[in-house]
């Protein structure tokens, strides 16, 4: 008679495997360490820092209600 094979045992294997393949592929589209962030926050910084100090006229303050002066008081 032949050998018996325990088929629950391939097929966690192979549920491990797929799962490390997916794994893989998030790392690759979404995995960014914390200093690789904070490395591109810094340089976004300054990019803005040098944008604001190029403008030639001063931005206006916005307010959070604009006035529209139509007051019936």
């Given at each position: 008679?032949?050998?018996?094979?325990?088929?629950?045992?391939?097929?966690k294997?192979?549920?491990?495997?797929?799962?490390?393949?997916?794994?893989?592929?998030?790392?690759?589209?979404?995995?960014?360490?914390?200093?690789?962030?904070?490395?591109?926050?810094?340089?976004?910084?300054?990019?803005?820092?040098?944008?604001?100090?190029?403008?030639?006229?001063?931005?206006?303050?916005?307010?959070?209600?604009?006035?529209?002066?139509?007051?019936?008081?």
């Amino acid at each position: 008679m032949g050998k018996v094979v325990n088929l629950n045992r391939y097929r966690k294997l192979k549920a491990k495997a797929e799962a490390a393949k997916r794994a893989d592929t998030n790392r690759r589209l979404h995995g960014r360490t914390k200093a690789e962030r904070a490395h591109d926050e810094h340089k976004k910084r300054l990019l803005d820092a040098k944008l604001d100090g190029a403008r030639l006229e001063p931005v206006p303050a916005q307010h959070d209600a604009p006035d529209r002066g139509d007051d019936e008081s």
